[in-house]
Every structure is written in C-alpha cells, then in structure tokens.
C-alpha cells in the first residue's frame, strides 16, 4: 500500500517549455487535488477532481490544465512553464466511498524550477 | 470562497512548555477544521482535526478548540518535545465540499 505517489520528485524546465506531473494512488478515493505550496503562502489549490471523470479550478488554476485518467491517477500539465510556476507541488487524495471523510492524503511532492 | 488567517507566523518556545497556534475563517457554512504538520521536506501530515458540532477535542498533547460564533480554532500542543518542530498548517472546509482552505502555516521550533 504505497499511498498517493507523485513523480518526477525534482524538475528542471526553461520559460516555455512543457511537462506533466503525474500523481497516484491507491486508496480508492473518490476525490483527487493539486496544491503549490510557496514560502509564506501556505497551500493552495490549483484544480482538483471531486470524482472519476469531473475536474474543477481551484484558487490559482491559470497555466495549469489537469486529468483525471481513471480513479487512481490525476495529472497536473504545464503547457508553457514561467518562472512564476517555480514551486513545490503537492498531489493528495481523500474521500472513501460512503465514508464522508474529509481528510486529505498528500503525496511527497514535486519540487519544479523554471528557470 | 473561504478565507483562513493563521497566526503567528512564527512561534518558539522552550521545551516543555506549551505552544499555541490560533487560526480565523470567514465562512460560517465551513464545517470541518483539520490540523496538518509539515516537517521540513516531507509531506503534510494530518495530526487533529474537529467538526463544527465538538467544540474541543483530545489527542494525547495536542488538543484542539473551536469557536463557531467567533469563527476561530485553536491548535495547542502541551509539554513541547524537540520534535514538535515543523510547521503547521490549519485549514477549514465548507460543508458539502471536499476542499480544504488553507492558513499560511506556523513555524514552531520547539528549543531543547
């Protein structure tokens, strides 16, 4: 039982460039989410996927576009990296079926560098 | 949306002393009130959270209250320990919502 794993653990890209981050888990949660975490601002939603096949905005969604392939995985893309998106980005999931549990599992993180 | 403001931003204390870590949130439909703790480069990690209808709860030293008509909670950890240190995350969630609102966190460096 591996929890929610994210890869890559660290990226490099340049302005411009394009890269997915790929999120799992293996918890049978209905719910999945996307977070960047910046010094001092906490963490903040970027889109998340309430259920299989539904994916909504978050707080801060702009240059972002996600997908919820199947129940287990949720991808995070950034179609034109800025240095703005220079970030620690975190996956989590929660939610059993008819559980109504609120609590959020998070994966280890993505540490991405725009350069 | 919802609003979460943490405070302080940073907090030290001496060991075996008690921390507090006060959180507001602007939304009465929130409902749902958990505590994460972040130890540096790791993952959040859940430690207490409360419902809208307890207004306190237990977990060995860490206990947490709410507020519902001030719209505030409280996280306190008793007899601090060095490996207290990290930081601390509050959050609300309105009701019927899967989302969490994030504070700003707290740095608690717990000195030996």
């Given amino acids: ?115 | 949306g919802e609003n979460v403001e943490q405070h302080p931003s940073t907090l030290s204390v001496q060991e075996g002393d008690s921390a507090v870590i006060k959180c507001t949130y602007s939304d009465s439909a929130s409902n749902y009130f958990p505590w994460y703790k972040q130890e540096l480069g790791k993952r959040p990690q859940l430690i207490i959270d409360i419902r809208s209808n307890v207004g306190e709860k237990k977990d060995q030293r860490i206990a947490v209250t709410l507020n519902k008509t001030a719209k505030h909670f409280s996280l306190h950890i008793t007899e601090t320990q060095p490996e207290d240190s990290a930081v601390y995350f509050c959050a609300a969630s309105i009701r019927g919502a899967n989302n969490l609102f994030f504070g700003t966190g707290t740095r608690l460096t717990v000195i030996p």
Wanted: include cysteine; hydrophobic fraction near 30%; charged fraction near 15%.
């Fill in chain 1, 1 to 115: 039982n591996a929890g929610v794993t994210q890869t890559p653990k660290f990226q490099v890209l340049k302005t411009g460039q394009s890269m997915t981050l790929q999120c799992a888990q293996d918890m049978n949660h209905n719910s999945m989410y996307w977070y960047r975490q910046d010094p001092g601002m906490g963490l903040r939603l970027i889109y998340y996927s309430a259920s299989e096949g539904t994916t909504d905005k978050g707080e801060v969604p702009n240059g972002y576009n996600v997908s919820r392939l199947n129940k287990r995985e949720f991808s995070l893309r950034l179609e034109s990296a800025a240095p703005s998106q220079t970030s620690v980005y975190f996956c989590a999931s929660s939610g059993l079926p008819g559980q109504g549990s609120n609590e959020q599992f998070f994966g280890p993180g993505t540490r991405l560098t725009v350069l």
